[in-house]
């Protein structure tokens, strides 16, 4: 039984028999509120005459299948989310007409009436395998054809495609009024993964960006309770920047004729990148005060849909093998473009502190893959949206790019957006191009980087002389045993010395490393700097390691160190060494106190109080973790005193402190700030800022549910309730679990965005006691829920709430036999992996914490 499932074989064999002419598709909004009509035309050719194939949808009630003219019998030919085509002709004529079901999950045709007006508001997400969802489809990349929708909806709403909005017809046979036809023109080629509808009562603002191919018609669109926060101007400055900086660097006008971004409620990923008709999280429309990190990715998502435009949209992968391919070079564009035509020139910086960092996590974890994954099938792929994929990807895509040249490499992308306009490729494709660009060879750069999986360390290893220079100074390489490939990198080593209160780079080489160990000539007879930092400029895609020398430099006075990304790299290997064991929590936690003060790049200040406080609660010694975590709290609230009025850094750790906060007099402290009695000159105590305070209390038992709903009063919007829900779900009481579980793991009635907020607030640290009873729960829910709830609830729910914050040697005992023994889907047992991984990584910290 194919389930909803594809394999890569079977699309290869449909698109070796049919081209795809066309597709019509007409929605009819207007019947109700659980399902919508969706009548779907395709016209195809096949080249073998008789031969059967299928075609796709899911979960639809259809009433009527013809094919060439012939009534076909949906209760024999509509079984098991597929239409079984047969007795093909070498041209073909299929309808089906249908009623789809509208989504609460955010796949397919999502629906959502908004709380503060009650106004409707839906929006199509497709990728990866849900266009038939909401039609009939050939659900596969490389089968691309010109799409012609018709939508029916309410008039007087704003209904968005691909194509350019027309303008609205009465509805036909409709007496009383109050309905409306939209027929927009067809599209050029296109996936059915990036063709979009949204309708719905959407605000829309209108403006052109004037560029050197021409005019493009730019809308932005959000919901009526959120015009306010639609900072359009900014967005359209953004818009503008990135369409004339990739205009240029792409050497190919823009495809889609129109550029409409649509902030969408209740929204499973940051964006997508719909042909022409972008969609994106409607968070990003900021309500309350936001640091600049935010502003910083927010520019990072609008640049790589962007990107998406010309490459997955204008040239498409062929299948989903390429996924990474195509989500990397969206993340090196954005970055790239961020850099040169934006005004977050220190991009890179953040890539490091926060996109790297996530990169590395995921590549530690058992569920680890090459970048180029084997996704033989759907199942493969959809759990492949991951640290690899994305950031991974986008780290070794930016040496490649080092490696051939910038020019080099923009060259060849040139060349293939030319030769493979509107049409599907493999990743040899793209390869062929930079080959010719570069006139470099690639095969064994992309066998090492792209075909095995696991991230590499680098250590230095000397010995000194008497005089205190290098005597002997080389690079050592290891690798996981899992992973043992050993691999080439281009590295820089810094040399810095203290001088004058301030870390100063002395000197800098690069050198090529291959090998378990690289003699470095070039340093021996260099005095020892005061710290050594390998992975200077951030180059090399690996973890690095500092001596004892540097880490106490970097401990005693990382804030003197001017340069940002040198202190990202210094930033990134102490969490990496907590992470590893070498470096215990206690002294991560002191280095995070002592230097994020001064830390100038966004996202460190936003990103790296987390670790610490993950380092204090998880990361600790059991008999040193009562006094890290008042040190932490306390270390906390003096940052936060001293921190620079209406600066992010006293809005980051205000945030921070409100996670720290468990001390009596710490809550108090919450509780005034909300209550007014307590303000931080420059600190705004708004809406979101609002709800972290009070959810630091919820944590608690400081706060009930007559608190909680008193707050939702002062902010009744779909923000509130998610937040409500979380806060309700954090409580340390039996009763608020397991309310909390109902909501996370059974019901089927939530939506995606509030489900996610029960599950991440859930899991709370010093709440063993009522936790306890879910680790037997949880694993129950594991055995089936994949095939329950459907991807995205299931695996939101099993990644987080497994029951880290419990870790203990039983805890792995018991999920050991659990992996054992159990016949869950493979995703969701990847899932379980994971958690068993982050449990005994943690295991490991705390007894390094203990050591001291
Ligand atoms: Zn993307």
Same mark, same amino acid.
């Given at each position: 039984?194919? *389930?909803?499932?594809?394999?890569?074989?079977?699309?290869?064999?449909?698109?070796?028999?049919l081209?795809?002419?066309?597709?019509?598709?007409?929605?009819?909004?207007?019947?109700?509120?659980?399902?919508?009509?969706?009548?779907?035309?395709?016209?195809?050719?096949?080249?073998?005459?008789?031969?059967?194939?299928?075609?796709?949808?899911?979960?639809?009630?259809?009433h009527?299948?013809?094919?060439? *003219?012939?009534?076909?019998?949906?209760?024999?030919?509509?079984?098991?989310?597929?239409?079984?085509?047969?007795?093909?002709?070498?041209?073909?004529?299929?309808?089906?007409?249908?009623?789809?079901?509208?989504?609460r999950?955010?796949?397919?045709?999502?629906?959502?009436?908004?709380p503060?007006?009650?106004?409707?508001?839906?929006?199509?997400?497709?990728?990866?395998?849900?266009?038939?969802?909401?039609?009939?489809?050939?659900?596969?990349?490389?089968?691309?054809?010109?799409?012609?929708?018709?939508?029916?909806?309410?008039?007087?709403?704003?209904?968005?495609?691909?194509?350019?909005?027309?303008?609205?017809?009465?509805?036909?046979?409709?007496?009383?009024?109050?309905?409306?036809?939209?027929?927009?023109?067809?599209?050029?080629? @296109?996936?059915?993964?990036?063709?979009?509808?949204?309708?719905?009562?959407?605000?829309?603002?209108?403006?052109?960006? &004037?560029?050197?191919?021409?005019?493009?018609?730019? *809308?932005?669109?959000?919901?009526?309770?959120?015009?306010?926060?639609l900072?359009?101007?900014?967005l359209?400055?953004?818009?503008?920047?990135?369409?004339?900086?990739?205009?240029?660097?792409?050497?190919?006008?823009?495809?889609?004729?129109?550029?409409?971004?649509?902030?969408?409620?209740?929204?499973?990923?940051?964006?997508?990148?719909?042909?022409?008709?972008?969609?994106?999280?409607?968070?990003?429309?900021?309500?309350?005060?936001?640091?600049?990190?935010?502003?910083?990715?927010?520019?990072?998502?609008?640049?790589?849909?962007?990107?998406?435009?010309?490459?997955?949209d204008?040239?498409?992968?062929?299948?989903?093998?390429?996924?990474?391919?195509?989500?990397?070079?969206?993340?090196?564009?954005?970055?790239?473009?961020?850099?040169?035509?934006?005004?977050?020139?220190?991009?890179?910086t953040?890539?490091?502190?926060?996109r790297?960092?996530?990169?590395?996590?995921?590549?530690?974890?058992?569920?680890?893959?090459?970048?180029?994954?084997?996704?033989?099938?759907?199942?493969?792929?959809?759990?492949?949206?991951?640290?690899?994929?994305?950031?991974?990807?986008?780290?070794?895509?930016?040496?490649?790019?080092?490696?051939?040249?910038?020019?080099?490499?923009?060259?060849?992308?040139?060349?293939?957006?030319?030769? &493979?306009?509107?049409?599907?490729?493999?990743?040899?494709?793209?390869?062929?191009?930079?080959?010719?660009?570069?006139?470099?060879?690639?095969?064994?750069?992309?066998?090492?980087?792209?075909?095995?999986?696991?991230?590499?360390?680098?250590?230095?290893?000397?010995?000194?002389?008497?005089?205190?220079?290098?005597?002997?100074?080389?690079?050592?390489?290891?690798?996981?045993?899992? &992973?043992?490939?050993?691999?080439?990198?281009?590295?820089?080593?810094?040399?810095?010395?203290e001088?004058?209160g301030?870390?100063?780079?002395?000197?800098?080489?690069?050198?090529?490393?291959?090998?378990?160990?690289?003699?470095?000539?070039?340093l021996?007879?260099?005095?020892?700097?005061?710290?050594?930092?390998l992975?200077?400029?951030?180059?090399?895609?690996?973890?690095?390691?500092?001596d004892?020398?540097?880490?106490?430099?970097?401990?005693?006075?990382?804030?003197?160190?001017?340069?940002?990304?040198?202190?990202?790299l210094?930033?990134?290997?102490?969490?990496?060494?907590?992470?590893?064991?070498?470096?215990?929590?206690?002294?991560?936690?002191?280095?995070?106190?002592?230097?994020?003060?001064?830390?100038?790049?966004?996202?460190?200040?936003?990103?790296?109080?987390?670790?610490?406080?993950?380092?204090?609660?998880?990361?600790?010694?059991?008999?040193?973790?009562?006094?890290?975590r008042?040190?932490?709290?306390?270390?906390?609230?003096?940052?936060?005193?001293?921190?620079?009025?209406?600066?992010?850094?006293?809005?980051?750790?205000?945030?921070?402190?409100?996670?720290?906060?468990?001390?009596?007099?710490?809550?108090?402290?919450?509780?005034?700030v909300?209550? *007014?009695? @307590?303000t931080?000159?420059? @600190?705004?105590?708004?809406?979101? @800022?609002?709800?972290?305070?009070?959810?630091?209390?919820?944590?608690?038992?400081?706060?009930?549910?007559?608190?909680?709903?008193?707050?939702?009063?002062?902010?009744?919007?779909?923000?509130?309730?998610?937040?409500?829900?979380?806060?309700?779900?954090?409580?340390?009481?039996?009763?608020?679990?397991?309310?909390?579980?109902?909501?996370?793991?059974?019901?089927?009635?939530v939506?995606?965005?509030?489900?996610?907020?029960?599950?991440?607030?859930?899991?709370?640290?010093?709440?063993?006691?009522?936790?306890?009873?879910?680790v037997?729960?949880?694993?129950?829910?594991?055995?089936?829920?994949?095939?329950?709830?459907?991807?995205?609830?299931?695996?939101?729910?099993?990644?987080?709430?497994?029951?880290?914050?419990?870790?203990?040697?039983?805890?792995?005992?018991?999920?050991?036999?659990?992996?054992?023994?159990?016949?869950?889907?493979?995703?969701?047992?990847?899932?379980?992996?994971?958690?068993?991984?982050?449990?005994?990584r943690?295991?490991?910290?705390q007894?390094?914490?203990?050591?001291?």
């Amino acid at each position: 039984m194919p *389930g909803t499932n594809l394999t890569r074989d079977e699309a290869a064999t449909r698109a070796a028999l049919l081209d795809v002419t066309s597709y019509a598709i007409d929605l009819d909004l207007t019947t109700g509120d659980k399902t919508f009509g969706s009548t779907t035309t395709i016209r195809f050719t096949c080249s073998e005459a008789g031969a059967e194939t299928f075609a796709d949808l899911v979960d639809a009630t259809v009433h009527e299948i013809t094919l060439n *003219g012939e009534p076909v019998d949906p209760a024999t030919a509509y079984a098991d989310s597929r239409i079984t085509l047969t007795g093909l002709a070498a041209e073909n004529e299929l309808v089906v007409r249908a009623d789809c079901t509208y989504s609460r999950t955010g796949e397919g045709l999502h629906r959502f009436v908004d709380p503060a007006d009650d106004r409707v508001y839906t929006y199509t997400q497709f990728e990866v395998p849900d266009a038939r969802r909401v039609y009939t489809t050939f659900e596969q990349p490389d089968l691309k054809a010109p799409f012609q929708f018709t939508v029916t909806a309410p008039e007087g709403w704003k209904v968005v495609s691909n194509s350019p909005t027309p303008t609205p017809e009465p509805s036909a046979g409709d007496g009383q009024g109050g309905a409306a036809v939209w027929r927009f023109e067809p599209t050029k080629p @296109l996936s059915t993964y990036v063709t979009a509808v949204v309708a719905g009562e959407y605000h829309e603002v209108l403006d052109v960006y &004037h560029g050197k191919h021409g005019d493009i018609p730019l *809308g932005h669109y959000c919901r009526q309770s959120l015009v306010e926060h639609l900072d359009v101007e900014e967005l359209v400055k953004l818009t503008r920047q990135g369409f004339e900086f990739f205009e240029e660097a792409f050497a190919y006008p823009y495809p889609f004729g129109k550029y409409d971004q649509l902030y969408v409620p209740e929204y499973n990923m940051g964006a997508m990148e719909n042909a022409g008709c972008i969609t994106l999280r409607d968070e990003y429309l900021p309500r309350s005060r936001q640091d600049r990190s935010f502003y910083e990715f927010r520019n990072e998502v609008i640049l790589h849909e962007m990107a998406h435009m010309w490459f997955g949209d204008l040239v498409t992968m062929k299948w989903w093998d390429d996924l990474w391919l195509n989500e990397s070079f969206a993340e090196w564009a954005c970055y790239h473009a961020a850099v040169e035509a934006s005004e977050f020139t220190e991009s890179w910086t953040g890539f490091t502190n926060a996109r790297k960092n996530w990169a590395y996590r995921q590549d530690q974890l058992p569920s680890t893959h090459p970048i180029a994954a084997d996704n033989v099938d759907l199942r493969a792929v959809e759990v492949n949206f991951d640290g690899i994929t994305y950031a991974k990807g986008a780290s070794v895509l930016k040496q490649l790019v080092a490696w051939v040249g910038l020019e080099n490499f923009l060259v060849g992308v040139r060349a293939y957006f030319q030769e &493979h306009e509107f049409g599907n490729t493999e990743f040899k494709d793209l390869l062929a191009a930079l080959e010719k660009s570069s006139g470099r060879d690639l095969e064994s750069w992309a066998q090492e980087w792209l075909q095995t999986a696991g991230v590499n360390t680098l250590a230095p290893e000397f010995e000194l002389a008497e005089d205190g220079t290098y005597a002997s100074f080389g690079v050592r390489q290891t690798a996981d045993p899992d &992973h043992p490939t050993l691999r080439r990198h281009r590295l820089g080593i810094g040399l810095y010395d203290e001088a004058g209160g301030r870390l100063v780079r002395r000197t800098s080489i690069e050198i090529d490393v291959h090998g378990d160990h690289t003699d470095v000539a070039e340093l021996v007879g260099q005095q020892q700097p005061d710290l050594l930092l390998l992975n200077d400029g951030d180059l090399a895609y690996a973890k690095i390691r500092l001596d004892e020398r540097s880490l106490a430099t970097v401990v005693g006075g990382l804030a003197t160190l001017d340069d940002s990304l040198a202190r990202a790299l210094c930033w990134g290997a102490a969490w990496d060494m907590t992470r590893d064991a070498e470096m215990s929590a206690t002294d991560f936690v002191a280095l995070v106190l002592s230097g994020i003060g001064s830390e100038t790049d966004a996202f460190g200040v936003a990103r790296i109080p987390g670790y610490a406080a993950l380092a204090a609660t998880l990361y600790s010694a059991p008999e040193n973790r009562a006094a890290l975590r008042s040190t932490w709290e306390q270390g906390l609230r003096k940052l936060l005193e001293n921190a620079e009025p209406g600066s992010d850094h006293q809005l980051s750790f205000a945030r921070a402190y409100a996670g720290a906060a468990h001390s009596d007099a710490a809550l108090t402290d919450l509780e005034r700030v909300l209550d *007014g009695t @307590l303000t931080f000159d420059g @600190l705004a105590v708004d809406t979101d @800022l609002r709800w972290t305070l009070l959810k630091g209390l919820a944590r608690n038992g400081r706060a009930d549910a007559d608190r909680i709903a008193e707050e939702l009063e002062r902010d009744n919007t779909i923000s509130g309730q998610e937040h409500a829900a979380a806060a309700r779900a954090m409580r340390p009481t039996a009763e608020a679990k397991a309310e909390a579980w109902e909501i996370a793991m059974v019901r089927d009635d939530v939506p995606n965005e509030t489900q996610r907020s029960v599950v991440l607030a859930f899991q709370q640290y010093g709440q063993d006691e009522v936790l306890a009873p879910y680790v037997e729960k949880y694993l129950a829910e594991a055995d089936t829920l994949w095939e329950r709830k459907g991807t995205q609830r299931a695996s939101t729910a099993l990644e987080f709430i497994f029951p880290k914050q419990l870790a203990s040697q039983e805890l792995l005992d018991r999920v050991d036999a659990w992996l054992d023994s159990s016949e869950a889907n493979p995703a969701a047992k990847r899932y379980v992996r994971e958690g068993r991984a982050d449990v005994a990584r943690a295991l490991a910290a705390q007894a390094k914490d203990a050591q001291g």
